[in-house]
Nanobody, 121 residues
Framework: QVQLVESGGGLVQAGGSLRLSCAASGNIFRSNTMGWYRQAPGKQRELVATMASAVSTNYGDSVKGRFTISRDNAKNTVYLQMNSLKPEDTAVYYC???????????????WGQGTQVTVSS
């Protein structure tokens, strides 16, 4: 079993910053791509940022230049530094990870339970 546990969400004023963390635990051989998605009320889940390696990152257009994704492979943890937050960033943020559970196996996709980020104007 693999679990993803997010932390760091909360309420912040517009222009402020938050840092989200997501730690993967359990039967993990290797973490491939890890990242963040978000879903606002009444909207579809959308890409925030993903990171396959130190040189392979992908950001949603609405967060480019404001959010930074990073990871600690030794801890199977991914982070999301969110700066210059806007009210439209308000959403539930979900951690996502492609996990290889043993050598030679395919990867499986796991999701965290979500953490609420609310940005007040």
């Amino acid at each position: 079993q693999v679990q993803l546990v997010e932390s760091g969400g909360g309420l912040v004023q517009a222009g402020g910053s938050l840092r989200l963390s997501c730690a993967a635990s359990g039967n993990i051989f290797r973490s491939n791509t890890m990242g963040w998605y978000r879903q606002a009320p009444g909207k579809q889940r959308e890409l925030v940022a993903t990171m396959a390696s130190a040189v392979s990152t992908n950001y949603g257009d609405s967060v480019k230049g404001r959010f930074t994704i990073s990871r600690d492979n030794a801890k199977n943890t991914v982070y999301l530094q969110m700066n210059s937050l806007k009210p439209e960033d308000t959403a539930v943020y979900y951690c996502n990870a492609d996990i290889v559970v043993y050598s030679g196996s395919n990867f499986y996709v796991y999701w965290g339970q979500g953490t609420q980020v609310t940005v007040s104007s």
